[in-house]
């Protein structure tokens, strides 16, 4: 059976958020196709040196067990990718 988006919120919902709530941390869906869950970390964990293990060990882990046939994509921060290209132009220069 083929997970739903409504599983897939009802699981982030019981086990993931209550846990990044507990961090001042959040959780957004950005999109759902094809068995493939692109998700985001916002508030403190968005930018936490712990974002990659967190993802790995709750977020991936909850949710790849409780709702079948789903794999779990993190997003590519768009903030942290502008800081690393103006360092990178900086470095360039000098």
Same mark, same amino acid.
Do not use: F, W
């Given at each position: ?25 959040? %959780?957004? %869906?950005?999109?759902? $196709? ?5 998700? /985001? #970390?916002? /508030?403190?964990? !968005?930018?936490?040196?712990?974002? $990659? ?11 790849? /067990?409780?709702?079948?046939?789903? !794999? ?7 903030? #942290? #990718? ?13």
């Amino acid at each position: 059976m083929e997970a739903t988006l409504k599983d897939i919120e009802m699981a982030i919902e019981t086990k993931v958020r209550p846990y990044l709530n507990k961090h001042q941390g959040d %959780i957004t %869906i950005v999109d759902y $196709q094809n068995h493939c869950l692109t998700i /985001g #970390l916002t /508030g403190a964990c !968005k930018g936490c040196p712990s974002a $990659q293990s967190t993802m790995e060990d709750v977020v991936k882990t909850a949710l790849e /067990g409780l709702v079948e046939d789903v !794999k779990v994509a993190d997003t590519i921060d768009e903030e #942290l #990718l502008d800081l690393a290209r103006s360092i990178l132009k900086k470095k360039k220069k000098l």
